[in-house]
């Protein structure tokens, strides 16, 4: 069974610092795209950031381009969101996606798999 | 960045009756090299991640019941739910993928009458 959790979010000062985390299961991690989508308080859903299974390609939206890195660990089945000089407007709940596309390429950028969330509140 | 345009807003329809939802695209998704529509369809309960219902405009991820049916090509798309039942309330969101980045529609909710 596919497994996606996100852990590190939490409420932070404006200008500050925090790094999402999501530890996955049930696949072969290593040969998937993965994604950030996040959700504003009761709005739609924003595509933040991709990543290609070899980590050679990466993608932000313009959003939160120069703020925040996409990165992945394929030996501990896990990908990471640092966010930086975060705003007000990055409040959201951060979701972790998994694309289906395996193997070469940098993803198709649809996602299969969802985690539950977590949630990131920037406020003084 | 192609902006994904859904209607109505929200729609109410009896069990058992059809509800079609409605996504256009600013511009063609069409792929020409392999004819394909980079086109998903999610589904999203109150409380709970969106889930992935349809994908390359008409294909249903698998374990999706057949009631869930996806059509259209180039800007124009539509989702149908042919005889709705109550746990399909639901927020749905069309969603391209035919270029970077990839965007969503701004989501139509759907309710029981």
């Known amino acids: 069974e596919v497994q996606l959790v996100e852990s590190g979010g939490g409420l932070v000062q404006p200008g500050r610092s925090l790094r999402l985390s999501c530890a996955t299961s049930g696949f072969n991690f290593d040969d998937y795209a993965m994604h950030w989508v996040r959700q504003a308080p009761g709005k739609g859903l924003e595509w933040v950031s991709g990543?290609?299974?070899?980590?050679?390609?990466?993608d932000y939206a313009d959003s939160v381009k120069g703020r925040f890195t996409i990165s992945r660990d394929n030996a501990n089945n896990s990908l990471y969101l640092e966010m930086k000089s975060l705003r007000a407007e990055d409040t959201a709940v951060y979701y972790c996606a998994k694309d289906p596309s395996g193997g070469d390429g940098s993803g198709y950028y649809y996602f299969d798999y969802w985690g539950q969330g977590t949630p990131v509140t920037v406020s003084s | 960045d192609i902006v994904m345009t859904q209607s109505p807003d929200s729609l109410a329809v009896s069990l058992g009756e059809r509800a079609t939802i409605n996504c256009k695209s600013s511009?063609?998704?069409?792929?020409?090299?392999?004819?394909?529509?980079?086109l998903a369809w999610y589904q999203q309960k109150p409380g709970q991640p969106p889930k992935l219902l349809i994908y390359w405009a008409s294909t249903r991820e698998s374990g999706v019941p057949d009631r869930f049916s996806g059509s259209g090509s180039g800007t124009d798309f539509s989702l149908t739910i042919s005889s709705l039942q109550a746990e399909d309330v639901a927020v749905y969101y069309c969603q391209q993928y035919y270029s970077t980045p990839p965007t969503f529609g701004g989501g139509t909710k759907v309710e029981i009458k």
């Open positions: 511009r063609s998704v069409l792929y020409s090299s392999n004819n394909k529509n980079y």
């Open positions: 990543i290609s299974w070899n980590s050679d390609s990466r």
